[in-house]
């Protein structure tokens, strides 16, 4: 009874199972099992209950299966199947009807299976086919069949290839398709027919990697491209770009273009002179010291990408030159960046500035460096160092709505706010600034500021008191303080915070008697992981209580008598608390490491007259070793509690 035994398909397919050959992979002899990936139900071969990471490991074809041949009507049974993956088989054979069957055929991934003719893909059943995915294999001509349905084609991915020429013919064949993305990365295009692109529209192209730019260029002649990829990587050998690179693209109509980690030889006004139609470039890595000035008629530009680069100060970029950008790069400068005076003035429409990574210093910032720059809504400045803020230190940027100076060392100056100004915004991440916290002017004026995140930075004595700094940000939504180093919250310290919504104090050294601090705050998602929370007094439970998730995991949690209410109270609210796999006891040594919620108490009361003195005597049922009758044995004192295991006697003043 050997025939059906097999390999249950090929890499992955949609709500199927096959049959195909046997192979030596035992992951390719398993059952199917279907597995929910964003909704649509995979059937995997592999043993039930694998995690997602492997699921897109199948997607992404790691489990091979050394299926040579895909037979007729292999797919005949799956009318739902809309993708088909096949990457990593070395495919000899695949019959005419092969991948009949599925009614939505979309997406077909066939990389890396030593396919080297397109006229081995079976056209039947393909009208609806979006993308075909054939990198890594040894095609050398684009020459569809004659009869392949390319309507509905959207992506057609040939990256890694052997293309070095394409023809008319070839470009003709796509002319169906509308709004076409088309890969050609890791392929050295050595010549294109004069022609073949003529009057067709594309919404990206990709050429990374071709040796020679211009005869790309000159090959898109009169062509319409949203996007054109032209970068190259690490390890290609390309030549300098000149200003006669660029020729070509005098005569086509390009949107975006990019040209990361090229070398110019020499860069010129002239450089640009085929730009001018551009609105989004591109020059990642493109070692450049600086952009010449007297460059012309840049006026559509929208976005400038300058990052990696090499500049000494800001000015050389010649910004003036792009008078239309919304949107700056220059992020990982490789130099340590000086941000000038007034280098970004004439940029009056710029809304996105990333400075991050730039080993910027300023000791007055930012009104000269940032000046006029009057809808600025997003500026990152992280990761860079210590910046001296002066009062209203963004004043000239009044719109601001997204600030982030994560990581990068704050000095204010004067002790009021440098912020003052910016009643737009609504982001603010101040972590790991070294910040002083102490300045309770800090985030004055911030009237609708909604996400701030202070993680990182330490409070006075570990703690935050009654009159802080988030006293003037009353519409805070989210609020991050974790790894603060905190050890105590005052309860009064969040009292203007009525609107907060998600608060994070995780990897700090609270304890319980902190909890207080809720008690104006409803609905929270609460976070206190990782925090130094042993026993939780039942008068604070009812701050917990009202909020809505609580994260209270790697806590060193107190499991004996003593702790009984906040236990008690914690197996009822199980629904609110995420993270109970690692919500664990610390104490008593025997129960270390049980999840609080399989603890099951009974906890006695002492009668050795004085009724008040019960909780020393307090203990924890079931306790590995012991039972309450030989507890009591051991304890004469204590009487064990009539016989349940789960009860619990009320502190007497609570009755
Ligand atoms: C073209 O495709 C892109 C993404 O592939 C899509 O965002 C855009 O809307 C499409 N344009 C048209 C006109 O279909
Ligand atoms: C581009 O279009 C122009 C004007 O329609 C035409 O004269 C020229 O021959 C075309 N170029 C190519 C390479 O087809
Ligand atoms: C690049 O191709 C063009 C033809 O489009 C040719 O004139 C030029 O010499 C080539 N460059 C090099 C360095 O081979
Ligand atoms: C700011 O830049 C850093 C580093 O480039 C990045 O990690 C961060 O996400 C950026 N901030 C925002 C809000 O996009
Ligand atoms: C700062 O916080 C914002 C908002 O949470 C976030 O988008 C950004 O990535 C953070 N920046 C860094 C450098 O992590
Ligand atoms: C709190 O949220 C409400 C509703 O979104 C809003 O009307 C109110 O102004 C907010 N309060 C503060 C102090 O921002
Ligand atoms: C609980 O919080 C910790 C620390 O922030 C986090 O690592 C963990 O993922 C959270 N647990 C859940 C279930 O989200």
Partial sequence: MAPRVGCFLLAVLISASCEVITSSNPMCTEDFHAIQVAGVTLSIPGPPGLPYATVRDFLFGEVRCQINWVREDTFQNHHQLNTIVLTGNPLIFMAETSLTGPKLLKHLFLTQTGISNLEFIPVHNLENLESLHLGSNHI???????????????????????????????????????????????????????????????????????????????GLQNSTIQSLWLGTFEDTDDQDLTSATFEGLCDMAVESINLQKHHFDGFSPSTFRCFTRLQELDLTAAHLKGLPSGIEGMNSLKKLVLSANSFDQLCQINAASFPSLTDLYVKGNMKKLDLGARCLEKLENLQKLDLSHSDIEASDCCNLQLKNLPHLQYLNLSYNEPLGLEDQAFKECPRLELLDLAFTHLLVKAAQSPFQNLHLLRVLNLSHCLLDTSNRHLLEGLLDLRHLNVQGNHFQDGSISKTNLLQTVSSLEILILSSCDLLSIDQ?????????????????????????????????????????????????????????????????????????????????????????????????????????????????????????????FYTLFPHPHLTPNSWAQRHPSFKAKRGGTDEWVPKPSER
């Avoid at 008593?588 to 009724?611: E, I, M, Q, W």
Wanted: glycine content about 6%; proline content about 5%; some cysteine.
């Fill in 492 to 616: 009064q310290a969040f009292h203007s915070l009525g609107n907060m919504s998600h608060l994070d104090l995780s990897h700090n050294s609270l304890t319980g008697d902190s909890m207080d601090a809720f008690s104006p705050l409803k609905g929270l998602y609460l976070n206190l992981a990782a925090n130094n929370i042993r026993i939780i007094p039942p008068h604070l439970l009812p701050a917990l209580s009202q909020q809505s998730t609580i994260n209270l995991s790697h806590n060193p949690l107190d499991c004996t008598c003593s702790n009984i209410h906040f236990i008690t109270w914690y197996k009822e609210n199980l629904h609110k608390l995420e993270g109970s796999e690692e919500t664990v006891c610390a104490n008593p040594p025997p129960l270390r490491g049980v999840k609080l919620s399989d603890v099951k108490l009974s906890c006695g009361l002492t009668v050795s007259g004085n009724r008040k003195k019960y909780s020393r």
């Fill in 140 to 218: 050398s001509s684009i020459n569809l069949p004659e009869n392949f349905p390319t309507q509905n084609l959207k992506v057609l991915d040939f990256q890694n290839n052997a293309i070095h020429y394409i023809s008319s013919k070839d470009i003709n064949g796509l002319e169906q398709a509308t709004n076409l993305s088309l890969n050609f990365n890791g392929n050295d295009i050595k010549g294109i027919e004069p022609g073949a692109f003529n009057s067709k529209i594309f919404q990206s192209l990709k050429f990374g990697g071709s040796l020679n730019l211009s005869v790309i260029l000159k």
